[in-house]
């Protein structure tokens, strides 16, 4: 039953992500770009006009990227933009100047969202980088 919820689960955040994502006005000319490289300390200004969710995200990403980078992301980036954990989903490098590459990819996806969030909870409530990677894996993976 809870495999079951759990896919029910992950069925519609997929679904709600991909609507938003198709939802969103993007012309020609406003096409996001896949990442932005920001001033170290500052997030890119579409980050800022994002919704809290994304805004919280991406701090998330810029205060504990240890915690972020013990999590794994399943909303199928690791085999589509090759993302080996949930900091790759808002972080693509950070350079020797402070600036940072942000990745787009983020911006607009559900479910990296709540698994920062989650992670981040999991976090401020004491739990071990290990124990962080098997709460995500048993709310969020679908089993394979």
Do not use: K, W
């Amino acid at each position: 039953m809870r495999v079951l919820s759990v896919m029910i689960t992950l069925f519609t955040l997929t679904l709600v992500s991909a609507t938003a994502i198709a939802a969103r006005p993007t012309p020609q000319h406003e096409q996001i770009p896949q990442s932005i490289i920001a001033p170290g300390g500052l997030l890119p200004v579409i980050v800022h006009h994002a919704s809290p969710e994304t805004r919280m995200a991406y701090r998330a990403a810029q205060a504990s990227p240890e915690v972020l980078s013990a999590v794994p992301c399943t909303c199928g980036c690791v085999a589509s933009l090759g993302h080996e954990n949930n900091l790759d989903c808002y972080i693509d490098e950070a350079y020797p100047d402070g600036s940072v590459s942000y990745s787009m990819h983020g911006l607009d996806c559900y479910i990296c969202q709540v698994i920062t969030r989650d992670a981040v909870a999991g976090a401020d409530a004491g739990m071990s980088p290990d124990q962080l990677r098997q709460m995500i894996l048993e709310r969020y993976s679908n089993g394979s």
